[in-house]
């Protein structure tokens, strides 16, 4: 158990699991009526049990830790191949999209909140600050799209050191505070602020990269496809980058210092760690993927609101990231498929969604605080396949 | 700018300070016998407008005409149905938790709030909209000058203050506020002494709750309107009033509420050319505050044991 | 005495209007085991916390190696070469084995973010490095242990625990280890079996000098070459344990005479 199967057999368990989830999705995405959705909800969930009962999801799980680069491979030409089959469904493309966006940000928050602790109740604040940024520099300036990305994330992560030190010098309910009295703060702010649009808004313009206009259709022989498939491409590398810096961090001495960090400051302390240095790292850090998943957002939606902002998405934020589980990479991209897709899916739900997504964070935390895919233990896995002399 | 306008806002500032102090008091009292932050609880509060909203309206329908009586039994019927509510939510939610990660609590109450305002927003006939409370109380009023002083606010004022004054009495004067502060204190010596710790729990969050929802109901006296998501940025407030007075100290909760209310002034005076922003300016101050002073003014150094 | 390894004068400290230490003075000498001793709440875990700067003391020096540390933050004393345990045994639970010792190597691993996250091949290098010699320091104590270093260590039983945090302290190769309590939570037996192994690596590394805090005589005796008795924050009495045990003012702080 301890050490890797190499056996192309044991990758099976996986790659299968993949391949089931991807021609789920297709299902459900494609599903029209309400019925068929439900079915396939309830569906779901009763195969997810039986699987557990027999023990399948272990093997699955086990074999996705033997394989990660291959598993991750695979993930990744499975999402893919879903957003290729609807290449022409701009609102399944769109919500797919979207789920991009907010797993890039997750990963920001769950660096932040798993890894190293502090918890930060305006994730939607420093992923506004990339949509402003991006709105108005695509409006304002000539710069190139994806220095404006950058910029985003950047410029997030500098308002973040605006409450760095309070959250710093603070533990607790009181660092807590810090971050909703700025989440608070933030969204007055923009609406109040009538350059930055006030409550209406900013519109942004569509992404163009080296001179190929994202925004347009896309064309090539016979086939045409949505122009949102141009857009999933990228958000689709940035989401695949933030995901592999964030596992090379878990799988390094950072990761360790960070867990130690948060588990106890006054032993970390005793062995050498500056606890400011790595609360600082992850925080930046952090703010930097929202800001650039805000960036690509406003890009793809076209125009930005401070709605998109509240208080309340920053909630829903923290939620995927403990619902996936804290410091699970993989259980935010999975949390954040569920949280993204299921209200879209069910109009139904959409009213209501706020109000189930609370009512599932308060079953999480009270039966499951390990989340959906719990993290799994520190391996060095990512290192152990690496040559070079010991 | 002219000495009626200073008196208003004088009065404005006070009643605001009011209002955030009683919530403040809640967070600080939960936060003394758990040490836990409930931040459900200005949406406590809105349920609590909601409940006196409803009686009023139940009220009026069997014919009752007397506005202050009905005022009476509205904020009567409010905080004794929010103070249960409190401690039933203490009992299921809190309490089991006590073990936890403390913002695992926090998380969850956070989670809580968001439930309770749903369920106004999605349930309540029309809830999503702003409604508009009547004003029960006479409208008599005196004027010096600019400034006029009208009795219902006076009389808000004054209930306000006594409602503080009397709880400081219960938490320091009654064999009750003896268990609550002696749970403060340690716990585990308390239990020892014979103290029955779940049921001051119980208790203190009633009382806690019931606070919020007497507070509400002079929010909305004042303003005459209300709406589900009232309760946030009040909560919110309270929380900051809390912390900036130090968690755990009913002085320092008073004081951190008029504090806010003193900085709302300030940022809308300084700030005239745009007094939307008083709010940024308010918690703002907040921020550089906790930074200078991570545990709140009044609040206690806290050490380690190692 | 001569060039001693850790020579405190004066030491005080106070909490509000507690005092817990009042006018230590004490000379550690080098590669000995050290032993303190004395009841509950004389001040010997306060003193381990002034010492590691967890503490800042209200008046007196701390002199380690030649060198003025009494002002040291935490992580400056540690990378000053002292390293401990604690009282009630602290690691960090959900991680494995593993983690735990090399987080007490800290000083000695490559924390830059480039370095951590781009050259990945010299980071597996000092990874299988790390991986060799905690293994190698953690046979030393029960070779079981390193076959299970990638498990976590919350289910662990209290004797496997107090010898990861052992490894997690020496593991930076420290010149002065404190040891606090390291019996505690655990059953008569088990304690000698630790104390064997802490002999051992006594044995094994050269230049290591420890000071020890134990409730448990037949441990002191066992292993201290020179003790320190404190009582209400003052050293009562001070020599090997058999001088020390036969003073009457520590026998009659003991019995608890008040």
């Not at chain 1, 079953?363 to 896995?381: D, K």
């Not at chain 2, 990660?101 to 968001?114: A, Q």
Request: a neutral charge.
């Amino acid at each position: 158990m301890s050490e890797p199967s190499r056996t192309h057999a044991s990758l099976l368990p996986s790659v299968a699991a993949v391949l089931a989830g991807a021609v789920y999705m297709v299902f459900f995405l494609a599903g029209e009526s309400q019925m068929v959705v439900f079915g396939l909800l309830v569906g779901a969930v009763l195969a997810l049990a039986a699987f557990k009962h027999w023990r399948v999801l272990d093997a699955v799980g086990q074999s996705a830790r033997d394989h990660q680069g291959p598993f991750s491979i695979v993930v990744v030409a499975a999402v893919a191949a879903v957003c290729l089959y609807f290449y022409d469904d701009a609102f399944v493309l769109f919500l797919l999209g979207t789920v991009l966006v907010y797993v890039l940000t997750c990963l920001g928050l769950n660096i932040q909140f798993g890894f190293v602790g502090v918890m930060n109740f305006a994730g939607a604040s420093f992923f506004g600050v990339g949509c402003y940024t991006a709105a108005v520099l695509t409006k304002h300036t000539a710069l190139p799209h994806l220095l404006i990305i950058v910029l985003g994330g950047l410029l997030a992560a500098l308002l973040g050191f605006v409450i760095l030190i309070p959250v710093l010098k603070t533990r607790g309910h009181y660092a807590a505070l810090v971050t909703i009295a700025f989440a608070l703060l933030f969204k007055t702010f923009l609406e109040v602020n009538d350059t930055l649009g006030g409550p209406q808004g900013l519109k942004a313009a569509g992404l163009n990269l080296f001179g190929w206009d994202v925004g347009r259709d896309i064309a090539i022989g016979d086939f045409e496809g949505s122009f949102y498939l141009g857009y999933i491409a990228v958000i689709l590398l940035l989401a695949i980058l933030g995901f592999i810096m964030a596992r090379r961090m878990e799988d390094s001495w950072i990761g360790l210092n960070m867990d130690a960090v948060r588990l106890d400051e006054t032993v970390s302390a005793c062995f050498g760690q500056s606890i400011p240095r790595w609360k600082i790292t992850a925080f930046t850090i952090g703010n930097f993927y929202c800001g650039v998943a805000g960036a690509f957002y406003a890009m793809m939606l076209g125009y930005i609101a401070p709605t998109n902002f509240t208080f309340g998405d920053s909630l829903i934020l923290l939620s995927i990231v403990i619902l996936g589980g804290l410091g699970s990479l993989w259980g935010t991209v999975v949390a954040t498929g569920i949280v993204i897709i299921i209200p879209e899916k069910f109009q139904v739900l959409q009213e209501y969604r706020f109000l189930l997504f609370s009512a599932l964070v308060i079953a999480i935390l009270l039966f499951r605080p390990q989340g959906l895919l719990p993290r799994p233990l520190r391996g060095y896995r990512t290192l152990k396949s690496l040559p070079g002399k010991s | 700018m002219d000495i009626g306008l200073i008196a208003q806002q004088t009065v404005n500032g006070l009643m605001l300070g009011l209002i955030y102090s009683l919530v403040a008091v809640g967070f600080t009292l939960f936060f003394g016998v758990l040490d836990v932050i409930k931040f459900s609880h200005g949406d406590m509060l809105t349920w609590g407008v909601f409940t006196a909203f409803s009686v009023y309206l139940g009220l009026t329908l069997i014919g009752l005409a007397a506005p202050v009586l009905i005022l009476v039994i509205v904020a009567l019927v409010a905080m004794a149905a929010i103070g249960f509510l409190g401690a039933a939510i203490a009992k299921v939610l809190i309490i089991p938790l006590k073990g936890a990660p403390p913002l695992n609590t926090l998380l969850i109450t956070l989670m809580l709030g968001t439930v309770l305002r749903e369920s106004i927003r999605l349930f309540y006939p029309d809830g999503a909209n702003p409604k508009h409370f009547p004003a029960l109380l006479p409208d008599w009023s005196h004027s010096w000058g600019h400034f006029t002083l009208r009795f219902d606010n006076a009389l808000m004022l004054l209930t306000g203050l006594l409602m503080i004054v009397l709880v400081q009495l219960v938490i320091k004067r009654t064999k009750l506020g003896m268990a609550i502060r002696a749970v403060s204190q340690d716990e585990e010596t308390a239990r020892v002494m014979g103290i029955n710790f779940n049921l001051v729990v119980y208790v203190t969050f009633a009382i806690g709750s019931a606070l919020a929802a007497f507070a509400g109901v002079i929010y909305v006296l004042y303003y005459n309107e209300l709406s589900f998501n009232m309760g946030l940025l009040l909560g919110a407030i309270g929380f900051s009033a809390a912390a900036v007075g130090g968690f755990g100290n009913i002085y320092g909760a008073i004081v951190g509420g008029f504090l806010f209310a003193m900085l709302q002034s300030i940022g809308a005076a300084a700030l005239p050319f745009a007094s939307a922003y008083k709010d940024v300016f308010a918690f703002g101050v907040v921020i550089v505050l906790i930074a200078v002073k991570p545990t709140g003014i009044l609040g206690e150094k806290e050490t380690e044991r190692v | 005495m001569q060039n001693p390894l850790l020579s405190i004068s004066n030491l005080g400290k106070k909490f509000g209007g507690v005092t817990a230490l009042v006018d230590l003075d004490l000379a550690v000498p080098r590669n000995r085991i050290f032993g303190l001793i004395g009841p509950n709440g004389s001040g010997k875990t306060t003193f381990f916390n002034v010492v590691t700067g967890i503490y800042p003391a209200t008046s007196g020096t701390v002199v380690f190696e030649k060198e003025d540390i009494t002002r040291f933050s935490p992580q400056k004393v540690y990378r000053a070469g002292v390293a401990r345990t604690f009282q009630r045994s602290r690691l960090l639970l959900p991680l494995s084995i593993l983690d735990n010792i090399t987080l007490g190597d800290h000083s000695q691993l490559e924390n830059g973010l480039f370095f951590n996250l781009f050259r990945r091949r010299a980071l597996a290098a000092q990874y299988r490095q790390l991986l060799d010699k905690s293994r190698d320091l953690i046979t030393i104590f029960d070779p079981g242990l390193a076959d299970r270093i990638f498990e976590p260590v919350v289910n662990l039983p209290m004797i496997s625990r107090r010898r990861i945090e052992i490894c997690r302290a020496l593991i930076s190769n420290p010149k002065l280890l404190l040891l606090d309590e390291p019996s505690a939570g655990m059953t008569h037996e088990e304690t000698h079996r630790l104390i064997d192994d802490i002999l051992q690596i006594k044995d094994k590394i050269a230049d290591l000098t420890i000071i020890i805090i134990e409730h448990e005589m037949s441990v002191m005796e066992r292993i201290t070459d020179h003790c320190a008795v404190l009582n209400f924050g003052q050293k009562i009495c001070e020599g090997t344990y058999q001088q020390v045990a036969a003073d009457p003012e520590v026998q009659k702080a003991y019995l608890g005479v008040d």
